[in-house]
């Protein structure tokens, strides 16, 4: 199995190892079928425009090498982000910064996402201003998918067709969006729904879990 320089780098001299003492927030997430462990600890500052921010990160991982470099470069990916930017942080944005990974070892950038996310989660929870970063968490999802219908809409309007978003409900992950023109009428609209518009979007915004089509 080969690895990148940048995993081998990560690896050898990780960065920000270690427990972190008085900890806002810590996530730990497993992998049974490997024996992968990784627990990410969080302290939360305030940047600038104060906002609350990821003002310090540590990690200690139980792994192969790649489940080290992951961690590592996760932390560093993180570190300094608004907790509502950290969400929005998916396992192709770790493979990316690591140069990529063996398919066998893709799994282990998904661990050092969920424990993130699982230690932001657990702030929010524990903290008042967890209703705000639901409310940015929510908004940074709408920017996502309407940047992706504002791009699919050129190739429905080509065949008479469009699209325009109606509502997300960031709780179950719902997407609204209202087809028109000859989209709302044909016969293939519900694969144009599914197999189009919804694949894109899940693709560019994990929170959407549907696309339902309504009309107003």
Do not use: W
């Amino acid at each position: 199995m080969r690895y990148t320089k940048k995993v081998i780098e990560h690896f050898q001299k990780p960065h920000n190892q270690g427990a972190l003492k008085n900890a806002d927030a810590v996530g730990q997430v497993g992998n049974p079928s490997c024996g992968d462990v990784m627990k990410i600890y969080l302290k939360i500052g305030k940047n600038k425009k104060r906002e609350e921010n990821i003002k310090n990160i540590k990690f200690e991982t139980l792994g192969c090498a790649a489940a080290i470099a992951v961690s590592s470069a996760l932390t560093d990916r993180a570190k300094g982000m608004t907790l509502a930017r950290a969400l929005t942080i998916e396992k192709d944005d770790i493979v990316k910064d690591l140069g990529g990974l063996p398919p066998a070892k893709i799994h282990c950038s998904m661990l050092g996402v969920e424990a993130l996310h699982q230690a932001i989660e657990k702030y929010q929870k524990n903290n008042k201003a967890g209703k705000l970063i639901k409310i940015m968490t929510k908004k940074n999802a709408i920017d996502k998918i309407k940047n992706v219908l504002e791009k699919i809409r050129p190739s429905l309007q080509m065949d008479g067709g469009d699209v325009q978003f109606v509502d997300f409900d960031a709780k179950s992950g719902v997407l609204k969006v209202e087809l028109m023109g000859h989209c709302a009428h044909c016969p293939m609209s519900t694969i144009t729904l599914k197999q189009g518009i919804e694949a894109e979007i899940k693709r560019a915004a994990s929170e959407v879990k549907e696309v339902q089509a309504v009309q107003l």
